[in-house]
C-alpha cells in the first residue's frame, strides 16, 4: 500500500511539472514560443475536464474556475473591443497573469485532497 502512495505521488508530481512546461511552450516547436491565449484557454479547459473526471475536482471547485475563465473571457473581449480587435502587448501581459492565477489554482484544487462526491 505504502509503495503504491509513493508511485501516485511521483506520478502526479512528474505530471504537475509536465502541465507547468506545457503550459508556456509548445512541445512540437523548436524555437518554444509561448502559447497563445487561445491554446492556454484550451489547455486549462482540458486540466478542468480532467481533474472532473478523475473527481480531483469538486463541483464547487470547477463552478469557482468556470466564473472565473468566463470574466477573464469577457475581460480579453473588452480589451479587444476598445483596439478594434487587436490586444496590445500590454493586454497580453495582463491576460498572461491572470490565466497564470487560474492555472495554479486549477493545480490547488486538483490537490487538495477533496472530492466530488
Known sequence: ???????????ALLTATGFASSATTTDNDNDKKPLTIQ???HMQQERIHQGVKSDELTRGEKRNIEKKERALNQEERDMRKMNHGKLTAQDRKT???QQ???SKQIYKDKHNRRKRG
Open 1 to 11: 500500500m505504502k509503495t503504491r502512495l509513493i508511485a501516485f505521488a511521483i506520478t
Open 39 to 41: 491554446q492556454r484557454k
Open 95 to 97: 491576460l498572461n497573469a
Open 100 to 102: 497564470n492565477k487560474i
